[in-house]
């Protein structure tokens, strides 16, 4: 089956987007993740200030899939920059892609929630000392809002 | 107003006062620690208060940390200092060996004076290849990860639901993240939450 990017416009170049965020570990690591390596961009490392992008390449795209939940992330490529806020906390980070992920499609549908506050799907992972800038790493996933810095 | 990162600052640099200030904030915990204003960092560069690594010992209240790197890092615990190992828990509870992430405060001589240390905690997703009553074996990356339930302190979290103590909902096949505490040496983990897309 062909797979090709949507041609309408993507949804993140209008405004900044609201979905989850969770934590992967990546580059040198104990436990798990000790055989998970530098990410696509070959920077990733758990210390770093660093993300995973659902569309940094066609390939990546292929295995993402983040249109199957109805979002067109733009294109976006190795170092490029996103301000990730926590709707918990409201605190946020800079951090640029280092890695392509998380795999949005196969959690679709999925709700994390604050109160009130919500958002719907995974379209952001942080390496782990991004996301405990922003929240308990106990906490695994949280509603977020990604926009440009 | 003095922030908490002046706070458990003073408390390494400065003995008693400052240990007992940053006490009286409560614990330096989970979520009301994130509200701290952390220095700016270069986005994808090495976050300086942040270190990750094992346990190689223990002497008083200060961690001896190698990290994957093959940097060393002591990581001071203070009074105020929030600890995870499959849940709160306290310091005598690490263990050489184990696993950890931590942040702080970078002092000048170097410790990492420590708002949050987590112990061998593991986020991973994967499929769930089988389930039994007491196990849940996941297929993360290609490798099997064998996920234990622990009675009390293992809980789903179905879409946005309610946390549920009630696992039986998963399925095999199904595509899971779970977050849990690494047992050294293994491919083994104690179930702290699996969050299930529905």
Known sequence: ?149 | MTSRRQLLKSAVLGGGAGVVAATALGSLGPEAAFGAAAPDVEPGAPDPDFAEGRIRSIKDNTLLVLGSNMVFHNIRVVDGTSLWKLGPTSFDQARPGDGLYARGVRMPDGVLAAESVWLNIVNIKGHVSNITSEKIHLDHKGQEVLCHRVAGKSIAVYSDAPPSADLSLLRVGQHVQILGAWRPDTNEVDIATVFSPH
């Not at chain 1, 990410?39 to 390939?59: F, I």
């Not at chain 1, 292929?62 to 294109?75: E, H, K």
């Not at chain 1, 409201?90 to 506050?117: K, N, Y």
């Not at chain 1, 992972?125 to 308990?136: E, G, M």
Request: hydrophobic share 30%; proline share 7%; net charge neutral.
């Open chain 1, 1 to 149: 089956m062909a797979r090709s990017q949507p041609t309408d416009p993507p949804i993140d170049l209008q405004a900044a987007v609201r979905g989850e965020v969770s934590w992967f570990c990546c580059g040198t690591a104990w436990g798990p993740c000790s055989s998970t390596g530098k990410g696509a961009c070959g920077t990733c490392n758990s210390g770093n200030l660093q993300h995973a992008w659902p569309n940094t390449s066609d390939a990546c795209w292929a295995i993402t899939r983040p249109d199957s939940c109805g979002f067109a992330l733009s294109r976006r490529t190795c170092g490029f920059q996103h301000r990730i806020t926590a709707l918990c906390s409201g605190t946020s980070v800079v951090t640029s892609i280092a890695d392509c992920g998380p795999q949005t499609d196969l959690f679709c549908g999925e709700r994390s929630c604050c109160g009130a506050t919500c958002a719907t799907d995974r379209i952001i992972d942080l390496t782990p000392a991004a996301y405990s800038r922003i929240a308990s790493l106990s906490t695994g996933l949280r509603p977020c809002e990604i926009s440009t810095p």
